[in-house]
Nanobody
């Protein structure tokens, strides 16, 4: 599975941003998908996950109510809508694919190269 993120950039606090992850290489609908992020000097952390069917989602407490994860199996695309961004959301964002619905990064088998999100105060 190849994963390619896009949509990152520099925004101001309070703005919104939409990240996309294009998947290829095998049937996208077989995989649970997730978003993770890594800020400078910090460990990678879970952001959001969505099940294979799209019926289950999970969010980190820090983004709950602000971020929305979704998937379009017809387009093999994963999306992360990020609203009310703050400087604490500055990080490299990665999409990942797993065989089952999980929030644990070591259980994800495939990773994208990441896209930078920078939020200025």
């Amino acid at each position: 599975v190849q994963l390619v993120e896009s949509g990152g950039g520099l925004v101001q606090a309070g703005d919104s941003l939409r990240l996309s992850c294009a998947a290829s290489g095998r049937s996208f609908r077989l995989d649970a998908m997730g978003w993770f992020r890594q800020a400078p000097g910090k460990e990678r952390e879970f952001v959001a996950a969505i099940s294979e069917s799209g019926t289950k989602t999970s969010y980190a407490d820090s983004v709950k109510g602000r971020f929305i994860i979704s998937r379009d199996d017809a387009k093999s695309t994963l999306t992360l809508q990020m609203n009310t961004l703050g400087p604490e959301d500055t990080a490299v964002y990665y999409c990942a694919a797993a065989a089952w619905f999980t929030t644990v990064d070591r259980q994800y088998d495939y990773w994208g190269q990441g896209t930078q999100v920078t939020v200025s105060s």
